[in-house]
């Protein structure tokens, strides 16, 4: 059986729906990671969960809309340039490719 889900959320609320074609739906906010930033990862850990614990064996086509796309990679454009950043402080040394 195959369901359809979509998550929806906004990068600069960190506000996010999930909505699946089983009629389930469910708002929430993201991890809190500064002031202004929030984690995209929860409605996806709880979109998996819900595929796996709600519809066991079913197959769920996973979709995204536009702006929690973006979310994504402004979450991710940032993680790597923590990463980079908390290398160059352990190594004392700028990390190649990383600008300033
Ligand atoms: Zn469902």
């Given at each position: 059986?195959?369901?359809?889900?979509?998550?929806?959320?906004?990068?600069?609320?960190?506000?996010?729906?999930v909505?699946?074609?089983?009629?389930?739906?469910?708002?929430?906010?993201?991890?809190?990671?500064?002031?202004?930033?929030?984690?995209?990862?929860?409605p996806?850990?709880?979109?998996?969960?819900?595929?796996?614990?709600?519809?066991e064996?079913?197959?769920?086509?996973?979709?995204m809309?536009?702006?929690?796309?973006?979310?994504?990679?402004?979450?991710?454009?940032?993680?790597?340039?923590?990463?980079?950043?908390?290398?160059?402080?352990?190594?004392?040394?700028?990390?190649?490719?990383?600008q300033?």
């Amino acid at each position: 059986m195959s369901l359809t889900m979509t998550i929806d959320g906004a990068k600069h609320s960190g506000h996010y729906r999930v909505v699946c074609e089983c009629g389930g739906v469910w708002t929430g906010e993201g991890e809190p990671i500064g002031a202004v930033n929030w984690s995209p990862a929860l409605p996806v850990a709880e979109a998996v969960v819900h595929m796996k614990m709600g519809h066991e064996g079913g197959y769920v086509d996973l979709r995204m809309t536009e702006r929690f796309r973006e979310w994504l990679i402004s979450y991710w454009e940032r993680a790597s340039l923590r990463q980079a950043n908390a290398a160059w402080k352990r190594s004392g040394t700028p990390t190649a490719g990383v600008q300033r």
